[in-house]
């Protein structure tokens, strides 16, 4: 399957099917905030507020379709680190939001979390919910050591051999000129290593092997990249009302993107060789892996 065949109808498919994991991780992370009790009150709100944003849960679903993948069914295992993954990526919005940060007013179509709230909330609603995705995986994952190597994917997946890496590099990019390399240093970590970390919790949600974990690894890496070429171009293509946060932001920022690099026609070649590789990645799996050999060409290919 090459990206020239994807037909509409997979997109509309894929769409849905994208839609009905967005709706039911919904309803489990209000969930998992609902069985929080004595949090103050005003820090109980932000983050609700943050968790009823309406993010597309591109991440929750790579867990899961990475989970039938692997054993032809969505485990418990991989409902709950979808939603740790999601809260995790949660708290790095909201940071990113911060005026010491990207400095954002709007973030999934409403007000960003310092403008709705207060600056300091948002710092402690970032922090909530961090903690929390590591909480909930040590409490809700039974088998204890399925539980252990879940934390370690997500720490390292989110933290500084991950994206806080990658953001720190994107913040220093912003003072000084840089190259190809950079640019892919920061993307890799920033992005990619969160979509690596997303199909590697499924794995592990489904007993994968190490050549699976491998696989998914890989397919992980190359649809975050992938992701993140299609972002940029997002960014000078749509608008905010598509995109439920400011567009051409890069831009007028100077920001190191793609597009800057390699031109349009570059980027969007680089993003459909990146969707082949991460469906190449998956070719030690069977049917099983088909949501996610999908959900890698229409990723590269959408509109918000
Ligand atoms: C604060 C440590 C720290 C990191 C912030 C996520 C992030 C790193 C920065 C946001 C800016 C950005 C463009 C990041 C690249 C990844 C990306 C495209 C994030 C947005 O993900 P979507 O489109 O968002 O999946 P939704 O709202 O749908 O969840």
Redesign the pocket.
């Known amino acids: 399957m090459y990206f020239s065949e994807v037909a509409n109808s997979m997109q509309e498919e894929i769409d849905f099917g994208l839609k009905q994991n967005a709706e039911f991780i919904d309803g489990k992370l209000l969930e998992v905030l609902a069985e929080r009790s004595e949090v103050f009150g005003r820090l109980s709100d932000s983050m609700r507020y943050v968790v009823e944003?309406k993010?597309?849960?591109?991440?929750a679903s790579v867990v899961m379709w990475g989970c039938e993948a692997v054993c032809g069914e969505v485990r418990e295992s991989a409902v709950t680190a979808a939603c740790a993954i999601e809260l995790v990526?949660a708290y790095?919005?909201v940071?990113?939001d911060l005026p010491a940060?990207?400095d954002d007013d709007m973030?999934?179509g409403r007000a960003t979390v310092h403008k709705k709230y207060d600056e300091a909330t948002a710092i402690l609603a970032g922090d909530g919910l961090l903690t929390l995705a590591f909480e909930i995986l040590a409490e809700k994952i039974e088998d204890s050591v399925m539980g252990l190597e879940m934390v370690g994917a997500l720490a390292k997946a989110g933290g500084i051999s991950g994206?806080?890496s990658?953001?720190a590099a994107d913040l220093e990019a912003e003072k000084s000129a840089c190259g190809m390399e950079m640019l892919e240093y920061i993307h890799e970590k920033?992005?990619a290593c969160m979509f690596e970390g997303s199909a590697l919790l499924g794995g592990l949600a489904g007993g994968a092997s190490r050549e699976q974990l491998a696989g998914l690894g890989r397919y992980g890496i190359k649809l975050g990249l992938g992701?993140?070429v299609a972002?940029d171009i997002l960014d000078i293509s749509a608008s905010s009302e598509q995109l439920?946060k400011t567009a051409g932001k890069d831009e007028k920022a100077g920001k190191l993107t793609y597009p800057a690099m390699l031109g349009l026609e570059g980027s969007r070649k680089l993003e459909k060789q990146l969707a082949d590789e991460a469906v190449g990645a998956l070719d030690v799996f069977g049917e099983e892996a088909d949501n996610l050999r999908k959900l890698a060409y229409i990723l590269v290919n959408r509109s918000k």
């Open positions: 944003g993010g597309k849960r591109i991440r990526h790095s919005l940071h990113d940060m990207d973030r999934r994206m806080v990658g953001q920033k992005t992701f993140q972002d439920g």
